[in-house]
């Protein structure tokens, strides 16, 4: 299967949702009766030998307004679950099968205005998530019904909103930061029930709060951000007791201005930057959740917006993408002289090198807030060679191994690839062609097998 252009009228999200539920192609197949659109540009069926399609058009407002807005989506049994907006309920949590029978609003939490779902999590076939209702914005849950679909607990009861954030999954419970008029936001648990939502720890005592963030579990210990109030933003962990829910390390003992960020699991250890404004620098660090072996790997600069951010706010930015492949861990990062590029790390400041320098020179080929992801055993990114445009790249974690997929808008112009996700075994993606009127907000919805 080539990189090859889907459709360019339908909710990109939505059709990688279909395909990711994995249904068997008796189920997805259901739409074998519907003539297939003469604007579906495949040259090949796919992995599941299934063409991609529109599972159900959820915001009906026609075809010149916003579709439905599509948004993270969650497995729960045999269902797909997901955010959307629609003319009638706002955004509300919906559900999907794969068929457009099975594509259903799961409840209007918020009758007359939007609840918002975010931050979706699985446990035990629930899903878990923020949502705003009368109640302010809480922890809700759901099983796909109606009347299963709850309030797990009012957490800032009388007073405004707790505003869950940073859901993950840990220890068979769900763990995330809230806020309360007692303790300010700090890290809390819950089982699903009422009684079993509770706070773990009051780290900073008082109404400001430690502001947990990025939760992440790595092999039976929740690492998280959090400010103690004396040290500074810096890195902690939990084995869910309040006695086991401490700082790692003061990572910057010669300041308050180091601030941790990007933290992922790979290879059983902790990965994750710092950036430190005095001087204006990133580290790479690794951890293993010991203070020991909590350590820096190597240093790397940062990047600057060309113009500034909205508000006129200067803007700079540094390495991001941690994303494990092949036993190693790939980012982006900005070593000072060859701008913006691929890198890879085992672990160690000897083995964090450039996998391949694409734009030669300090320019850099990497965009900011650009995604890597991993399908079919390579990984995907946008990239800028400075001779194709903003392109697909692909890379089997090497140099030679490292190269444009396809120059899918031919010449020095950018198809602006972006919104990168794997589902079925191929890569999805949005970007436009000759085809497309100009402008980003005419994307395509493409998919990819890492050939032409």
């Known amino acids: 299967m080539p990189v090859t252009a889907i459709s360019s009228r339908f909710s990109f999200g939505l059709l990688t949702a279909a395909l990711a539920i994995g249904s068997p192609a008796g189920s997805l197949g259901a739409r074998n009766d519907v003539p297939p659109r003469e604007d579906v540009r495949l040259s090949d069926r ?82 878990y998530f923020a949502a705003s209702s009368t109640s302010g914005r809480e922890l809700w849950r759901s099983d796909g019904t109606p009347a299963g679909t709850a309030l797990v607990k009012d957490i ?9 954030r940073d859901l993950e999954l840990f220890d068979r419970a769900i763990y995330f ?21 509770l706070p773990v720890k009051d780290i900073r005592a008082g109404e400001e709060g430690s502001d947990p ?27 869910g007791s309040e006695a086991g829910t401490v700082l790692v390390k003061d990572l910057d003992p010669d300041s ?29 660090w690794r951890s293993d959740g010991t203070e020991g072996e909590t350590v820096r790997v190597r240093e790397f600069a ?7 951010l909205p508000g ?41 090198v450039l996998v391949r320098d694409i734009a030669v020179g300090p320019n850099g080929s990497i965009e900011a807030f650009q995604t890597l992801v991993e399908a079919n055993g390579l990984l995907y990114f946008a990239s800028d060679d400075g ?16 190269a444009l997929v396809r120059d899918i808008l031919a010449g020095s112009e950018s198809s602006n690839v972006q919104s990168l996700s794997e589902a079925g075994g191929a890569l999805y993606f949005a970007a436009k062609d000759e085809r497309s009127i100009s402008g980003t907000e005419n994307l395509e919805p493409w998919r990819s097998d890492g050939t032409e």
């Open 256 to 284: 308050t201005d180091s601030v941790p960020y990007g933290l992922t699991s790979a290879n059983g250890r902790l990965y994750f930057f710092t950036l430190e404004r005095n001087p204006l620098r990133y580290q790479l």
């Open 312 to 352: 006129g706010i200067p803007g700079y930015y540094g390495p991001s993408g941690l994303t494990e492949f092949e036993g190693n861990v790939f980012f982006f990062a900005n070593d000072g002289s060859s701008g913006r590029e691929l890198w890879r790390t085992d672990g160690t400041s000897g083995g964090t």
């Open 213 to 239: 963030q990025e939760l992440t579990a790595v092999d039976g210990t929740l690492f998280f951000t959090a400010s103690d109030g004396s040290s500074g933003r810096g890195l902690w962990k939990s084995d």
């Open 46 to 127: 796919g992995p599941s030998r299934l063409p991609a399609f529109l599972v159900e058009d959820i915001n009906t407002a026609g075809p010149d307004q916003f579709g439905s807005v599509v948004d993270r989506f969650v497995t729960a049994g045999s269902h797909l679950y997901f955010p959307a907006q629609d003319r009638a309920n706002g955004n509300e949590l919906w559900k999907s099968d794969g068929t457009p029978d099975g594509t259903v609003l799961v409840s209007d939490i918020s009758p007359g205005g939007s609840a918002d779902p975010s931050e979706l999590t699985e446990l035990d076939g629930t899903v």
């Open 302 to 308: 940062a990047d600057f917006f060309t113009g500034p």
């Open 177 to 197: 930061g809230a806020q309360d008029p007692i303790r300010g936001r700090e890290l809390w648990r819950s089982d699903g029930t009422a009684e079993g939502t």
């Open 387 to 402: 001779i194709h445009g903003l392109e697909l790249w692909k890379s089997d974690g090497r140099s030679f191994g490292t």
């Open 156 to 164: 800032a009861a009388a007073w405004r909103s707790s505003e869950p």
